[in-house]
Each structure stands twice: as structure tokens, then as C-alpha cells.
């Protein structure tokens, strides 16, 4: 059991860092629900529930998701679903079940940035950013890669395009974590396709911006040649799959992403 020498309850972002920076073995709570997997005596607890950062708030630019919004939540967004091809539906729906999406959050997901995430991989695909007290606004390949020090994530922005995207996965049995998934997303004429649960982090392999992209208007071979790119990722041996057996899948997950996000109708902003 996780238990909590102290609990405190701050009121905005800014006061949550502030305890994060002068305790050094401070944990801050999102939803909980993987903490409290953990057994061991923590001496502070910073719980955000009262930072007023449980809205998805959507502008014109895009939508503005609070950490502290629940996966449950962003999923039944309809205005977000609209906007991105119904992905984050696609990738949380086999996420352990209702109750439990409805407390998990999304700040908690792409903070921990967990090597099986399917959130990260379908939020790579997008136009999307991460907003901390501390490192302040950076994109979200460059946070996934290098993660962030002892700071507060605040915010996902997720800018607005007329996307297509889809996200795919196989798991070995209803509701475990996904062996392999991949995502793609087609935004500003190029594809961006994610491959996770490698089972390492997941990885961009088109899209970024020193990554060769795949143009919207893909010929066969070019298709092909993004699916080989799949075959020179690491992959690594876990209990749900081998590194062979993801080497020989990831293409395969990569192709039916592009084809089920191409047949889709490009989202409205
Ligand atoms: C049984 C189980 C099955 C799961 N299956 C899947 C799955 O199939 N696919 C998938 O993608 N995910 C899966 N997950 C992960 C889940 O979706 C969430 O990503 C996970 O629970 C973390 O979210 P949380 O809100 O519970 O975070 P917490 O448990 O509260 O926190 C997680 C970590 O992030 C830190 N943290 C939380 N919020 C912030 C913040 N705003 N700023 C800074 N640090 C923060 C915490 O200190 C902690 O280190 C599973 C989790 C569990 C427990």
C-alpha cells in the first residue's frame, strides 16, 4: 500500500511546484490509479485535484486539456473526437474499463510517459504540446524523449488541423496492456506515424522535423518504404511479445493505421 506521511491539497499550479522544488521526495498525485500500485511510505503527497485543472477548454487554436482531466473525460469529448479522427477514442477504449477511465487522468499519462502507453503514442501523431510550471511549453516528441525534471504538467494543447488519424493496437488478451500499437495522423500534408509499447517509449518515424515524411498522397512504394523504416526500430522482449515478434508486427500496425485513418473523413476544425 502507498501511504502518505503527509497530504497537501494546493490551490493553483504554481503552489504545487513550489512544494514539488523544496521537497525532494515529494510525489504528485494525478488520478492515482498507478501510484497506488506502489508500496512504500512517501513523506508528501501533492494532490492537484483542487488546481482547477480538470477542464478541456477549446479555442480556436486547438484544445487546452487540464492534467487533471480523466481519460474518461477527453474521450467523450465530442468537439475533440470530431476534430482528430476520433483517435484518443480509438486508443483508450481498451484501457482496463469505464470506472477506470474515469479516473485516470491525462496529465498522469503523459507525465509518467510509461513504455506501453497507448495515450502517447496516439497523442505523438498530433500537433501536440505539453505545458509545465517549471520547463514551461515545449512539444511533446522532445518531452517523450527526455521527460522533465521535478516540474508540474499543467496542460496538453492539442493544435487544431484538418486531420485524419487512426490509432492500432494488438493486445493479448481484452483489457491488458497493448503488445504493440501504432498510430498515424495526417496533418499539414505528411503523414505522422508513432510506434509504442515497443516495449520501450514510443517513437515518431515520419512526421518530425528532421524525420523523412510520408506526403499526404503516398505512392505504394513509399508506403512500403515507411513500413521497412518499422523494421530498424528497437524493439525489446517482454512477457506480451518478443523483439522478433514486434519487428514483424510493427509494419503491419503501421499500414492498417494509415488505411483506417485515410478512409476517414478529414476532421473539421
Ligand atoms: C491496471 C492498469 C492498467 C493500465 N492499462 C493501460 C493501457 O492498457 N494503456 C495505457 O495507455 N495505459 C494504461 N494504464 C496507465 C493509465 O492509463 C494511466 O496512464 C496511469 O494510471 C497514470 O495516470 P494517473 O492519473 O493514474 O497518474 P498517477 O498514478 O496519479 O501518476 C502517475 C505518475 O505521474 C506523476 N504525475 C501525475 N500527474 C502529474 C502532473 N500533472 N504533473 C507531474 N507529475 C504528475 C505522478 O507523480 C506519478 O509519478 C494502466 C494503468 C493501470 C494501473
Redesign the pocket.
Given at each position: 500500500m502507498l501511504t502518505f506521511e503527509k497530504y497537501v491539497c494546493p490551490t493553483t499550479?504554481q503552489e504545487?511546484y513550489d512544494l514539488?522544488r523544496e521537497n525532494r521526495l515529494a510525489?504528485?498525485?494525478?488520478?492515482?490509479?498507478?501510484?497506488?500500485?506502489a508500496d512504500r511510505v512517501a513523506p508528501l503527497g501533492i494532490d492537484?485535484s483542487r488546481c482547477g485543472?480538470d477542464q478541456i477548454e477549446e479555442t480556436e487554436g486547438g484544445f487546452r486539456i487540464g492534467?487533471?482531466v480523466?481519460?474518461g473525460q477527453l474521450e467523450n469529448h465530442a468537439g475533440f473526437a470530431a476534430a482528430t479522427g476520433g483517435i484518443f477514442t480509438e486508443?483508450?477504449r481498451?484501457?482496463?474499463g469505464t470506472q477506470?477511465?474515469n479516473?485516470?487522468?491525462?496529465?498522469?499519462?503523459?507525465?509518467?510517459r510509461?513504455g506501453?502507453?497507448?495515450?502517447?503514442?496516439a497523442l505523438l501523431v498530433l500537433d501536440t504540446e505539453v505545458e509545465?510550471v517549471g520547463a514551461g511549453t515545449m512539444p511533446l516528441l522532445p518531452f517523450v524523449e527526455r521527460g522533465?525534471g521535478r516540474?508540474?504538467?499543467?496542460h496538453v494543447f492539442v493544435r487544431k488541423h484538418h486531420y485524419r488519424a487512426a490509432f492500432a493496437s494488438v493486445?493479448n488478451a481484452a483489457?491488458?496492456?497493448?503488445a504493440l500499437n501504432a498510430a498515424a495522423g495526417l496533418w499539414r500534408g505528411s503523414w505522422h506515424v508513432a510506434v509504442g509499447?515497443r516495449p520501450k517509449k514510443a517513437v515518431l518515424l515520419t512526421g518530425g522535423d528532421e524525420l523523412t515524411p510520408l506526403r499526404k498522397n503516398f505512392s505504394p512504394a513509399e508506403l512500403d518504404a515507411v513500413c521497412d523504416l518499422a523494421e530498424d526500430i528497437d524493439y525489446g522482449s517482454d512477457l506480451r511479445g518478443t523483439a522478433e515478434w514486434r519487428r514483424a508486427v510493427a509494419p503491419v500496425l503501421i499500414r492498417r493505421a494509415i488505411e483506417s485513418a485515410s478512409a476517414k473523413e478529414v476532421a473539421a476544425c
Open positions: 499550479p504545487a514539488v510525489t504528485v498525485i494525478g488520478g492515482m490509479m498507478w501510484l497506488r500500485l492537484l485543472l492534467a487533471m480523466t481519460l486508443a483508450v481498451d484501457i482496463v477506470f477511465r479516473t485516470a487522468t491525462v496529465g498522469g499519462s503523459v507525465f509518467a510509461m506501453f502507453s497507448d495515450i502517447v503514442t509545465l522533465a516540474d508540474v504538467l499543467t493486445r483489457t491488458d496492456f497493448s509499447a
